[in-house]
T-cell receptor, first 115, second 109 residues
Framework: EAGVAQSPRYKIIEKRQSVAFWCNPISGHATLYWYQQILGQGPKLLIQFQNNGVVDDSQLPKDRFSAERLKGVDSTLKIQPAKLEDSAVYLC?????????????FGPGTRLTVT | GNSVTQMEGPVTLSEEAFLTINCTYTATGYPSLFWYVQYPGEGLQLLLKATKADDKGSNKGFEATYRKETTSFHLEKGSVQVSDSAVYFCALGNNRLAFGKGNQVVVIP
C-alpha cells in the first residue's frame, strides 16, 4: 500500500513570496490533515478535512494560509505572503476513520525555509 | 485546553541500556494518549497508544501506562538497540491531537 505522498520535499523562498504544497493521501482515506512542525517543537494541526469539507481550521492563520481539497482526494496548502516565522516542516496525514484520530498516517513532510 | 510536556533535551545512551522518556499532560475530559516515533528521514509513525486510565500500550518492546493520578504517560524500554535512535513524541487527544516537543534518542553501539 502506497503511503502519503508530499511534494516538494524542500522549498526555499524569500519572505513575501508565495508557496504551495501538495499532498496525496492513502487511497480511500477520507480524512486529511495538515500540520506545521517548527524546529524543536511538536506538530501543530493547521486544518482537517473530511472528504472535501473542512472539519477544523481553528489554528490556521487565515490571513495568509489557505488549503483546499478538491474532489476529496489530493490537497494543496498555500502560504501567501510568506513570513520568516513560517519556516517549518509541513506534514500531511490521512486516516480512514475520522473518529479514531490516532490512526493517522503521515507523509515525509515538506521543509520550508523562508529567507 | 489539552497540552503535553516532555522532558527537556536529547537522550544519549548505550546499546542495551534502559530507556525512559517522561511525558506529563494537562487535559479536559478523557483523551487518549499516544507515543509517535520519527526515524531519520521518515514520517511520523504511531508507536503505541492507550485509550483510558490504567491502560498499558506496548509495541516493539516499548511500553507506556496511562496514569491518571499522576497525569503521566512515560515511555520505557528495557534494552534499547541502535535502531531505536529516533525522535519520540508524546501526544494526546480524541479529535485534535496535541503533541509534545519531542525527544531525540541516540543509541550508541
Amino acid at each position: 500500500e502506497a503511503g502519503v505522498a508530499q511534494s516538494p520535499r524542500y522549498k526555499i523562498i524569500e519572505k513575501r513570496q508565495s508557496v504551495a504544497f501538495w499532498c496525496n493521501p492513502i487511497s480511500g482515506h477520507a480524512t486529511l490533515y495538515w500540520y506545521q512542525q517548527i524546529l524543536g517543537q511538536g506538530p501543530k494541526l493547521l486544518i482537517q478535512f473530511q472528504n472535501n469539507g473542512v472539519v477544523d481550521d481553528s489554528q490556521l492563520p487565515k490571513d495568509r494560509f489557505s488549503a483546499e481539497r478538491l474532489k476529496g482526494v489530493d490537497s494543496t496548502l498555500k502560504i501567501q505572503p510568506a513570513k520568516l516565522e513560517d519556516s517549518a516542516v509541513y506534514l500531511c496525514a490521512s486516516s480512514l476513520v475520522p473518529s479514531v484520530p490516532h490512526e493517522q498516517y503521515f507523509g515525509p513532510g515538506t521543509r520550508l525555509t523562508v529567507t | 485546553g489539552n497540552s503535553v510536556t516532555q522532558m527537556e533535551g536529547p537522550v544519549t545512551l548505550s546499546e542495551e541500556a534502559f530507556l525512559t522518556i517522561n511525558c506529563t499532560y494537562t487535559a479536559t475530559g478523557y483523551p487518549s494518549l499516544f507515543w509517535y516515533v520519527q526515524y531519520p528521514g521518515e514520517g511520523l509513525q504511531l508507536l503505541l497508544k492507550a485509550t483510558k486510565a490504567d491502560d498499558k500500550g506496548s509495541n516493539k518492546g516499548f511500553e507506556a501506562t496511562y496514569r491518571k493520578e499522576t497525569t503521566s504517560f512515560h515511555l520505557e524500554k528495557g534494552s534499547v538497540q541502535v535502531s531505536d535512535s529516533a525522535v519520540y513524541f508524546c501526544a494526546l487527544g480524541n479529535n485534535r491531537l496535541a503533541f509534545g516537543k519531542g525527544n531525540q534518542v541516540v543509541v550508541i553501539p
